[in-house]
Structures are given as structure tokens and as C-alpha cells.
């Protein structure tokens, strides 16, 4: 039995005019992983990443934590993570004020929940965005590659938050609002574990953050 290990990318730039560009602590963070991954003396046999540029920067401070990685990634765009930005204007047109107090941190995650849910519900068609069940189709397409092309091997995916989730609720057939509680609280870099088979998917881990869990690195934890 082989194992796949969904990584969310390291910190992003919130709040910024370019949000798809990992910040100082989301390189340190993805090249930690790497180390503690060299550590362990863990190897991969195949490599998946979505196009954004925080899933290329964050594999590659992954790479340079391991000492290097032998399987060139395979880039696809069913990785990539759905788009906030179009989904929030959705359902309020009007531009919101940037998120930079905690107040309005937690109003611009409700009503990112409010327009997944809206997205999946199919009440709503964000600009520039495919459907739901396209998005999710997606995911479900590179799992699928993965039980049966790399059963009973190591396999790394990096990606985001969404795709992540996506996979976690196809495997455990969670409801709609599971999967947007489960999107809403993974952190960075966190490792979520599937072990494969050439028949099935099944969750081992979610969320975790082992490489992070010292005193050194505590203060690392970031969600956005």
C-alpha cells in the first residue's frame, strides 16, 4: 500500500494586490517540511502540482528542505484552487474593504463560505469560473490518476485549500458544508495523508503540522 501526501501551500500574500506569492514565513515553512520529510529519509516516486506560483514556490522550498527530488512534477490545472476573488463578487458586487483588522477577516471568510456554499449549490455561476461539479470532477480525475498509476508508491501533491478539501469529502462523501468547514481550517503547508490502492483512497491524515511541532517552530502556524 502507497501513501499520497496533499500538501496545502505554504503562507500566501492575504490581503495583497498579488495573494498568489508565498510570503518569507511560507518559504520557511515549506522548506521545514522538506527537511523533516530528509530527516525521516522519505522519497517520492511522483510529483503533482497545480499552476499557481505558490504551489511551484512552495515545492520547490519542499525540494531544497529534502537535498533535492529526483521526479519532475506533473503541473495540472485540476489543482489549482478556485478563485476568491470571483466568488466574493458573486454575491456583493460592491468592492469590500481590505481584511486588515480582525473583524474583517472573519466578514471576509463568511462570506467566502456563504458563496462556496452558493458555488456548490449551483445558485450561483462566478465570472471566469468553471462549474462546481467541473472543479470537483477535476480533483476527483487526478486521484483516480494517481490509485492507478502509483498504487503502492510515495506519491507528493501541492496544492491549495479547495482541491484539498475537495479530495478529503470525495473520499469520506462528506456533505457540501463539511467540506467547507473542513476548506476553512486547513493550514499551511499541512500534510493530509491518503494511503492508495490500486481499489481505494483512504484517509490516514488531515491537517497536520508534525513538522512544526517544536518549540522553535510553533509560532510558524499559519492558516492564509
Known sequence: MGTLYLVRH??????ADDYDQ?????????QRLGAYWRERDLRFDAV?????????QTLAGITEGLGGLAPAPQVLAGLDEYDSGALLRAIHPAPLPRPDTPELYRHHFRLLCDALAQWMAGTIS??????????SAGVRQVLERVRHEHADRNVLLVSSGGPIST???HVLGTSPEVTIALNMR?????????STSPKRLMLQTFNTLNHLDSAEHRDWVTHA
Open 186 to 194: 486547513i493550514r499551511n503547508s499541512a500534510v493530509t495523508e491518503f
Open 167 to 169: 479530495a478529503v469529502g
Open 10 to 15: 505554504g503562507q500566501a500574500s492575504f490581503g
Open 22 to 30: 508565498l510570503s518569507e514565513r511560507g518559504k520557511a515553512q515549506s
Open 126 to 135: 462566478p465570472e471566469g469560473m468553471p462549474s462546481w461539479d467541473a472543479f
Open 48 to 56: 503533482y502540482t497545480g499552476t499557481l506560483r505558490r504551489h511551484a
